[in-house]
T-cell receptor, first 114, second 115 residues
Framework: DSGVTQTPKHLITATGQRVTLRCSPR?????VYWYQQSLDQGLQFLIQ???????AKGNILERFSAQQFPDLHSELNLSSLELGDSALYFC?????????????FGDGTRLSIL | AQSVTQLGSHVSVSEGALVLLRCNYS??????LFWYVQYPNQGLQLLLK??????LVKGINGFEAEFKKSETSFHLTKPSAHMSDAAEYFC?????????????FGQGTILTVHP
């Protein structure tokens, strides 16, 4: 058990819809990351937050947004969903968010777009 | 920008045989390097990391990796494979000397262990 909690584990929805994925980091970790894992793109970094502030951004689509709340949990919002958004979305956390810190991953949310 | 290449999308070994999973990286600055393992329907678990210091790093479950700057490699090895090692393995890199932790992953290597 990594200590990172992601909900829900599975999400099935239709094209055009909007969903919210939730992540609770390990106790004591201030930084949260979001990654997307798909068969064609592999594991891709989306965005990083540290103590409520955005720290780094990857190839995150404009239809996607995220935030980290004062209690340090994070949410990833995906809107106007397309078939290609079907993927496994991982949240990870680390203590300070610097590059030499190991990241601890949750079990992911599997998103299926019908 | 960093990039990671894992040579071999599938590696198959017999139980008790040496495991060697190859990883080469590209980075304009000294990188931080990681190996993660992913079991079916689970998240990624950290096996080991190299940040600074000793270039041979030992991780969990008997795995180790050696950072070779001249070869830009960080290959993962285990002397004797066990059936429980069957999983997908990812090599990853972050940019050294930065305040952010964006991981760039390789495409992954699926390890199969035969009895």
């Amino acid at each position: 058990d990594s200590g990172v909690t992601q909900t829900p584990k599975h999400l099935i929805t239709a094209t055009g819809q909007r969903v919210t994925l939730r992540c609770s980091p390990r106790s004591g970790d201030l930084s949260v990351y979001w990654y997307q894992q798909s068969l064609d793109q592999g594991l891709q970094f989306l965005i990083q937050y540290y103590n409520g502030e955005e720290r780094a951004k990857g190839n995150i689509l404009e239809r996607f947004s995220a935030q980290q709340f004062p209690d340090l949990h994070s949410e990833l919002n995906l809107s106007s969903l397309e078939l290609g958004d079907s993927a496994l979305y991982f949240c990870a956390s680390s203590v300070t968010g610097e590059g030499n810190q190991p990241q601890h991953f949750g079990d992911g949310t599997r998103l299926s777009i019908l | 920008a960093q990039s990671v290449t894992q040579l071999g999308s599938h590696v198959s070994v017999s139980e008790g045989a040496l495991v060697l999973l190859r990883c080469n990286y590209s980075s304009s600055v000294p990188p931080y390097l990681f190996w993660y393992v992913q079991y079916p329907n689970q998240g990624l678990q950290l096996l080991l990391k190299y940040t600074t210091g000793a270039t041979l790093v030992k991780g969990i479950n008997g795995f180790e990796a050696e950072f070779k700057k001249s070869e830009t490699s960080f290959h993962l090895t285990k002397p004797s494979a066990h059936m429980s090692d069957a999983a997908e393995y990812f090599c990853a890199v972050t940019r050294g000397g930065t305040s952010y932790g964006k991981l760039t992953f390789g495409q992954g290597t699926i390890l199969t262990v035969h009895p």
